[in-house]
């Protein structure tokens, strides 16, 4: 694990700690999941703290990366590819000691959006692919900071050997996930899932493979539990849409989730993006398209009120573009 401190280029009001407790005070509290809060970093022994959820991303069906939920974080490239962070809607500012290349251009692998991103003042949290050595393998690195930007951390997520890390989460201050993707042709693309219990400083591969139940371009990825997770595909198939595998056993299984939509759906490519969870609240957004990946022209929102073990459409979720 190597450590690595940073600047913060912006900040507003008295202080690090004024601006953190304005925005809490300002923003909507997360509850955990059933019982399982957890210290945050650096808090006293058996503390509880509430977890604030962050800015959650997926993809659309042109793999453009759409925000899933807003929490009033984002990032963006400088002119010289290095990752620069907003956090409270730009009251506070840091830079990374990350640098990417933007879409198209560059080294594939180290694309901004071949990495997965997880921001909030708590916990912000990078996954992208090293150079490629001699032997094939680009091995998977996590940038983790619990300070807003100040310092961080690079861990290297062990087993990891191809693919791009698309997608990285937290759902409480210790445990997350990142699932990788690598694209095989004719629309084909293998995943692996990776989970952390410690902040991300240790990671281990998922026992399963989802692969042998759905292997389409993944769009969105989240755990709400250590047992169960989801994971959403691009549309393709009218009979399997929105496309969305579960698991309740912590990766072991898959399964695909069916979702009864109205029957007005059937016109739209659906394509779900990442879920987030407000405790047992759900909230799974879906894109719907109309004439090509690129038309989208509204979003449905499903929604759970028992952490994921059941989805249903919600009339009132429904924006349209």
Known sequence: MKRIPSKISRIFGAGLASVLLAAGCGGSRWDLAGREALAAPGAAAGKITAFRQGTVYGFDSASARSIAYDAGHTFRLGKDGQVLLSYNRGRLEAAAPLHLFPPGTGDEERQSDQSGFYLSP?????????????DGTAPIQALISNDAGRTWTTNQIDGSQAGSPRFIGFRNSREGWTVTTAFQGMGREEHAVYLTSDG????????????????????GAGFVSRTTGFAGF????????????????????????R??????????????????FFGAEG??????????ASDIVGTLTLVSHDYGRSWAYDAGRVRWN
Do not use: C
């Not at 708590?122 to 001699?134: D, F, K, N, V």
């Not at 991300?200 to 769009?219: C, E, F, K, L, S």
């Not at 909230?283 to 090509?292: A, E, H, K, T």
């Open 234 to 257: 691009r549309y393709e198939f009218a009979d399997f849409q929105p496309a969305i595998l579960q698991t309740r056993d912590g990766g072991r299984t898959w399964s695909r989730l």
């Open 259 to 276: 979702v009864k939509l109205p029957g007005e759906f059937s016109a739209y490519g659906l394509t779900p993006l990442s879920p987030v």
């Open 200 to 219: 991300g400083r240790t990671w281990r591969r998922a026992p399963g493979n989802m692969n042998d139940v759905y292997a389409r371009v993944m769009t």
């Open 122 to 134: 708590e916990l912000t949290a990078i996954a992208y692919s090293t150079a490629r050595g001699a």
């Open 283 to 292: 909230r799974y957004p879906v894109l719907m398209s109309r004439d090509g």
